[in-house]
């Protein structure tokens, strides 16, 4: 039992690159949400999703995109980098909608140059 | 929507000294709050946890309590140790089944 996984670790992107952050989950969990966490900053949500097929924005969605084909996966996606999307961004899942037993996966950073 | 302020920022405490860190949210229809630990680098982990239900839950050296009439609640760590050390983060569950995120006490242990 993998827990929540994220990849990659880390990654450098050039403003306007695109990429993908993967995330999955092997404890059959509906809800999974991805946040970001600037420096000595708390947790912020990006896009949230209650299910497979099924997303909703939270609470700094703009210049993301998610998807939920599987329950297991749930993929960010940043369309057009720029350097104010530099941050640590955590995926993270629960059985139900806001825990309890919230897990949160490693953590990838992001820098943006 | 809620609303979930933390306080304080940081707290620096002696090693063997209490730490309490307290949490006021808006939402009364609000009934789970947990308390996450970020240790420097890592990912935020649950330490405890409580529902609406109980007025206080208490596991080893770390306890939360909550007072639902005035709507905040805080986490008690008992005889602090180096390993501590880290940010706290409370969150409160709105009635939408969102966590709100307090903003996070960064607690340091002074040998």
């Known amino acids: 039992n993998a827990g929540v996984t994220q990849t990659p670790k880390f990654q450098v992107l050039k403003t306007g690159q695109s990429m993908t952050l993967q995330c999955a989950q092997d404890?059959?969990?509906?809800?999974m949400s991805w946040y970001r966490q600037d420096p000595g900053m708390g947790l912020r949500l990006i896009h949230y999703?209650?299910?497979?097929?099924?997303?909703d924005q939270g609470e700094v969605p703009n210049g993301y995109n998610v998807s939920r084909s599987t329950t297991e996966d749930f993929p960010l996606r940043l369309l057009s980098a720029a350097p104010s999307q530099t941050s640590v961004y955590f995926c993270?899942?629960?059985?139900?909608?806001?825990?309890?037993?919230?897990?949160f996966g490693p953590g990838t950073r992001l820098l943006v140059l | 929507g809620e609303n979930v302020e933390q306080h304080p920022s940081t707290l620096s405490v002696q090693e063997g000294d209490s730490a309490v860190i307290k949490c006021t949210y808006s939402?009364?229809?609000?009934?789970?709050f947990p308390w996450y630990k970020q240790e420097l680098g890592k990912r935020p982990q649950l330490i405890i946890d409580?529902?609406?239900n109980v007025g206080e839950k208490k596991d080893q050296r770390i306890a939360v309590t909550l007072n639902k009439t005035a709507k905040h609640f805080s986490l008690h760590i008992t005889e602090t140790q180096p390993e501590d050390s880290a940010v706290y983060f409370c969150?409160?569950?709105?009635?939408?089944?969102?966590?709100?995120w307090g903003a996070g006490t960064k607690l340091i242990i002074k040998p």
């Open positions: 993270a899942s629960s059985l139900t909608s806001g825990g309890p037993l919230t897990y």
């Open positions: 404890m059959n969990h509906e809800y």
């Open positions: 999703s209650v299910g497979a097929g099924i997303t």
């Open positions: 939402d009364s229809a609000s009934n789970y």
């Open positions: 409580i529902r609406s």
């Open positions: 969150a409160a569950m709105d009635s939408n089944y969102q966590l709100i």
